[in-house]
């Protein structure tokens, strides 16, 4: 009954280090996002996956890396964390691509 | 290129009407969307519109012309809890899916 969740939702690294947020939606979903959200930017997305193994870049790809082998999983990591990568990251699932449910939210400092 | 665009902030009196706009540039649509946001919260879908014209759901209406590259989200009889922001997005036929404005806080005053 929990929907979507995301893991840590409070994150502390610092720069070149790896860095993987994860995501799970009970839904069985088809599409699932990544976005990152800050001032000034509004939501920018990252990557989405349109199903299992399918994913592709969104509007800010670089620096990041996905995959989708479950379903309900969509972990994004941070090859080598970089100052510019703080900010809050929201998942979200849409069955149809129209209505998106979004993830509390993992708010990431990288130091 | 993308383009959205909406006010940065706005602020309202309990129990009035307000209209929240939204212009955009986008090569392809396949929607509009409005999503609100509380301060510290993750965003929530509101409503969306596809064709032009009026969609209403409860106190909250959103309008589309696509001609223009406009939309508008009405809110009425409003309570201290619609104070957040309000996301404007479009969903694109091309790389990016979706393309989020910057939201529009909104005030809502006792």
């Known amino acids: 009954d929990a929907g979507i969740t995301q893991s840590p939702r409070y994150k502390i690294t610092e720069t070149g280090r790896q860095v993987t947020l994860m995501c799970h939606q009970t839904?069985?979903?088809?599409?699932m996002f990544w976005y990152r959200q800050d001032l000034g930017h509004g939501l920018r997305l990252i990557y989405y996956?349109?199903?299992?193994?399918?994913?592709d870049k969104g509007e800010v790809p670089d620096g990041y890396v996905v995959s989708r082998s479950k379903t309900e999983n969509f972990p994004l990591t941070l090859e080598s964390a970089t100052r510019s990568q703080t900010s809050v990251y929201f998942c979200?699932?849409?069955?149809?691509?129209?209505?998106?449910?979004f993830g509390p939210g993992t708010r990431l400092t990288v130091t | 290129g993308q383009n959205i665009d909406q006010p940065t902030e706005m602020t309202a009196t309990e129990g009035a009407i307000v209209q929240i706009n939204c212009t955009y540039q986008?090569?392809?649509?396949?929607?509009l969307f409005w999503y609100q946001q509380h301060a510290g919260e993750a965003p929530t879908f509101l409503s969306y519109?596809?064709?032009?014209g009026l969609e209403e759901k409860g106190r909250f209406s959103s309008f589309l012309s696509r001609s223009k590259g406009y939309s508008y989200l009405l809110l009425k009889e409003l309570q201290m809890k619609d104070s957040a922001s309000y996301l404007c997005?479009?969903?694109?036929?091309?790389?990016?899916?979706?393309?989020f404005g910057t939201g529009t806080r909104l005030k809502v005053l006792a």
């Open positions: 979200a699932s849409s069955e149809s691509a129209y209505e998106q449910y």
């Open positions: 839904w069985s979903h088809s599409y």
């Open positions: 996956s349109a199903a299992a193994d399918i994913t």
């Open positions: 986008t090569s392809g649509f396949n929607g």
């Open positions: 519109n596809v064709l032009d």
């Open positions: 997005a479009v969903f694109t036929s091309g790389t990016y899916k979706y393309i």
